[in-house]
C-alpha cells in the first residue's frame, strides 16, 4: 500500500509542479474569466464613451427607415402623439438601436451603411415588401427576422384601421395573450442540452488529454530504461494504478478549478447574463448531474487510462507513441460521435444509445448523457456503474500484467495481436 501511496503522489506531484500543465490551468481560467466578464467590460466601455460625448445620446446602432408608402396617406394612424406608425414600431420593436426617418434614395443608404454612418437601412417599396440594407450579417444575426415581424404588426394594424377599428381596439386584438401551463414529465432536453455538451466535450478532451499524457510517461521511463529499475523495486500493479490514479488525481483537480472558478465568474457577473438561456442552462445545472459528471469522469478517465498505460509499456520509444495508442483513440472517437449525434438528433434513448450505455468503453458518455437528457430508470445507472466499475479494476489489473511485460519488448511498436497473446500470457 505504501508503494502505490508514495507513486501516486509522485506521478500527482509531478503533473501539478509541470509548468505545461500549471500555465494551460491559468490560460483556461483567464480564457473563462474573459469570456464571462465581456458584458461587463463592454458595458463599461460603453458608458465611458457615452460619457465622453463619443457615442449618440440615444445610444445603439442607428437605423434609417425610408417608408415610400407614406405619401399615400396610410400612415396617419398613430401610436404615439407625433409619431407615424412606421416609426413607432421600429422603435418598439429595436429598443437596443436608434431608429431614424428618412427620405433618402436607396444608393444614398447603401453609401451611409458602407461609410458607417448608419447600422444598416430599411426601404419599405409597399405594405408586404421592403429593402434590408446591411454591411455584414453576423452568423447570429437576428435583425431580419424582427423586421419581418414589425412589418407583418404594420401591415395587420394599417388593415384594421382601413377596416374601421380604432388605434386601442386593434393593440388590444394583436396584444391578446394566450395563457397556458405545461406539465413536464420528464427531461426538457433543449434546456439540458447545452450544459451536457459542455460536459461531454470537457470530458472527451480530458480523457484524450491525461491518456495520452500516462501514455507518454510509461513510454519514456521504457526508452530510459527506467522502468526496469521501477519494475524491480515495486510490483506492477502498484505501479500502474499510482501512476493512472496520480494523473487523474491532477486532470479532476484541474477540472475543479477550471469549473470552479467559472461558476464564481458567473455569479459576479450574473446580472449581465440574464438574457442569456445558454449561460445560464450551463451554470444552473443540477446538483445531480455535477455529481454524475464527477463518476463518469472517473471512471471513464481511468478504464481508458489503463489501456493507454498498457499500450504505452509495449512502445520502444516515445515516437511510436501515436501510431500505439491509435486503435484506443479511434474507440474513443468514435463513442464520442455516436453520442453526439444522439444529442443532435434528440434521440438519446435509441436502442444504440441504450447498448452503449452498458459497454465500459462507451457507457461514460452514453449514460451520462442519458441521464442529463433522456430517461433512465435508477437500476439501469447502478447496473451501468457496475459493469464500467467492474471492467475498470479489471483492466487495470491487466493493464498492470502487459506493464510487467511490456519492459522486455523492444523493437517495432506492437500490434493488436501482440497486445492480445501478451493479455493471454498474463493469465
Given at each position: 500500500?505504501?508503494?502505490?501511496?508514495?507513486?501516486?503522489?509522485?506521478?500527482?506531484?509531478?503533473?501539478?509542479?509541470?509548468?505545461?500543465?500549471?500555465?494551460?490551468?491559468?490560460?483556461?481560467?483567464?480564457?473563462?474569466?474573459?469570456?464571462?466578464?465581456?458584458?461587463?467590460?463592454?458595458?463599461?466601455?460603453?458608458?465611458?464613451?457615452?460619457?465622453?460625448?463619443?457615442?449618440?445620446?440615444?445610444?445603439?446602432?442607428?437605423?434609417?427607415?425610408?417608408?415610400?408608402?407614406?405619401?399615400?396617406?396610410?400612415?396617419?394612424?398613430?401610436?404615439?402623439?407625433?409619431?407615424?406608425?412606421?416609426?413607432?414600431?421600429?422603435?418598439?420593436?429595436?429598443?437596443?438601436?436608434?431608429?431614424?426617418?428618412?427620405?433618402?434614395?436607396?444608393?444614398?443608404?447603401?453609401?451611409?451603411?458602407?461609410?458607417?454612418?448608419?447600422?444598416?437601412?430599411?426601404?419599405?417599396?409597399?405594405?408586404?415588401?421592403?429593402?434590408?440594407?446591411?454591411?455584414?450579417?453576423?452568423?447570429?444575426?437576428?435583425?431580419?427576422?424582427?423586421?419581418?415581424?414589425?412589418?407583418?404588426?404594420?401591415?395587420r394594424l394599417e388593415e384594421m384601421n382601413r377596416l374601421g377599428l380604432s388605434a386601442e381596439e386593434s393593440i388590444s386584438l394583436l396584444s391578446t395573450a394566450i395563457n397556458s401551463e405545461t406539465i413536464q414529465m420528464g427531461k426538457n432536453q433543449m434546456e439540458n442540452f447545452f450544459y451536457?455538451?459542455?460536459?461531454?466535450?470537457?470530458?472527451?478532451?480530458?480523457?484524450?488529454?491525461?491518456?495520452?499524457?500516462?501514455?507518454?510517461?510509461?513510454?519514456?521511463?521504457?526508452?530510459?530504461?527506467?522502468?526496469?529499475?521501477?519494475?524491480?523495486?515495486?510490483?506492477?500493479?502498484?505501479?500502474?494504478?499510482?501512476?493512472?490514479?496520480?494523473?487523474?488525481?491532477?486532470?479532476?483537480?484541474?477540472?475543479?478549478?477550471?469549473?470552479?472558478?467559472?461558476?464564481?465568474?458567473?455569479?459576479?457577473?450574473?446580472?449581465?447574463?440574464?438574457?442569456?438561456?445558454?449561460?445560464?442552462?450551463?451554470?444552473?445545472?443540477?446538483?445531480?448531474?455535477?455529481?454524475?459528471?464527477?463518476?463518469?469522469?472517473?471512471?471513464?478517465?481511468?478504464?481508458?487510462?489503463?489501456?493507454?498505460?498498457?499500450?504505452?509499456?509495449?512502445?520502444?520509444?516515445?515516437?511510436?507513441?501515436?501510431?500505439?495508442?491509435?486503435?484506443?483513440?479511434?474507440?474513443?472517437?468514435?463513442?464520442?460521435?455516436?453520442?453526439?449525434?444522439?444529442?443532435?438528433?434528440?434521440?438519446?434513448?435509441?436502442?444504440?444509445?441504450?447498448?452503449?450505455?452498458?459497454?465500459?468503453?462507451?457507457?461514460?458518455?452514453?449514460?451520462?448523457?442519458?441521464?442529463?437528457?433522456?430517461?433512465?430508470?435508477?437500476?439501469?445507472?447502478?447496473?451501468?456503474?457496475?459493469?464500467?466499475?467492474?471492467?475498470?479494476?479489471?483492466?487495470?489489473?491487466?493493464?498492470?500484467?502487459?506493464?510487467?511485460?511490456?519492459?522486455?519488448?523492444?523493437?517495432?511498436?506492437?500490434?493488436?495481436?501482440?497486445?492480445?497473446?501478451?493479455?493471454?500470457?498474463?493469465?
Amino acid at each position: 500500500m505504501k508503494q502505490f501511496l508514495d507513486i501516486l503522489k509522485f506521478e500527482f506531484l509531478g503533473y501539478i509542479k509541470n509548468k505545461v500543465f500549471v500555465g494551460i490551468t491559468l490560460a483556461l481560467i483567464i480564457l473563462a474569466g474573459a469570456v464571462l466578464s465581456y458584458p461587463r467590460i463592454s458595458q463599461m466601455i460603453k458608458s465611458d464613451q457615452n460619457s465622453s460625448g463619443e457615442e449618440n445620446s440615444s445610444g445603439g446602432e442607428i437605423i434609417m427607415i425610408c417608408d415610400d408608402t407614406a405619401a399615400d396617406g396610410s400612415l396617419t394612424f398613430a401610436m404615439e402623439a407625433g409619431n407615424s406608425l412606421t416609426l413607432t414600431l421600429f422603435t418598439q420593436g429595436m429598443p437596443d438601436k436608434r431608429v431614424e426617418l428618412t427620405e433618402k434614395s436607396i444608393d444614398e443608404l447603401k453609401n451611409m451603411v458602407e461609410s458607417g454612418e448608419c447600422f444598416a437601412a430599411v426601404v419599405i417599396t409597399s405594405p408586404t415588401d421592403y429593402t434590408y440594407i446591411v454591411n455584414n450579417v453576423g452568423m447570429y444575426d437576428t435583425l431580419k427576422y424582427t423586421i419581418d415581424e414589425i412589418m407583418l404588426s404594420k401591415y395587420r394594424l394599417e388593415e384594421m384601421n382601413r377596416l374601421g377599428l380604432s388605434a386601442e381596439e386593434s393593440i388590444s386584438l394583436l396584444s391578446t395573450a394566450i395563457n397556458s401551463e405545461t406539465i413536464q414529465m420528464g427531461k426538457n432536453q433543449m434546456e439540458n442540452f447545452f450544459y451536457t455538451y459542455v460536459l461531454i466535450f470537457a470530458l472527451y478532451m480530458a480523457i484524450l488529454l491525461y491518456g495520452q499524457f500516462v501514455a507518454t510517461s510509461v513510454a519514456s521511463e521504457k526508452s530510459s530504461r527506467a522502468m526496469e529499475l521501477l519494475v524491480t523495486s515495486a510490483k506492477p500493479t502498484n505501479l500502474m494504478f499510482g501512476k493512472v490514479m496520480g494523473s487523474g488525481l491532477s486532470g479532476l483537480l484541474q477540472l475543479s478549478l477550471i469549473l470552479g472558478s467559472s461558476f464564481v465568474l458567473f455569479n459576479f457577473n450574473k446580472s449581465y447574463w440574464e438574457g442569456n438561456e445558454i449561460i445560464n442552462s450551463i451554470f444552473n445545472m443540477p446538483l445531480s448531474i455535477l455529481l454524475y459528471t464527477v463518476l463518469f469522469f472517473v471512471l471513464g478517465y481511468f478504464i481508458y487510462s489503463f489501456l493507454y498505460g498498457a499500450v504505452g509499456s509495449m512502445a520502444s520509444k516515445v515516437e511510436d507513441i501515436n501510431s500505439s495508442v491509435m486503435p484506443i483513440t479511434f474507440l474513443f472517437i468514435i463513442a464520442f460521435f455516436v453520442v453526439m449525434f444522439s444529442m443532435g438528433s434528440g434521440n438519446v434513448d435509441s436502442r444504440l444509445m441504450v447498448i452503449c450505455s452498458y459497454i465500459p468503453f462507451t457507457s461514460p458518455m452514453a449514460m451520462f448523457v442519458r441521464i442529463a437528457m433522456g430517461s433512465v430508470k435508477s437500476f439501469e445507472i447502478v447496473i451501468s456503474v457496475i459493469i464500467l466499475l467492474i471492467s475498470t479494476i479489471g483492466i487495470g489489473y491487466i493493464s498492470a500484467e502487459i506493464y510487467k511485460v511490456g519492459v522486455l519488448m523492444y523493437g517495432k511498436a506492437p500490434k493488436i495481436t501482440d497486445i492480445a497473446k501478451v493479455v493471454r500470457n498474463s493469465k
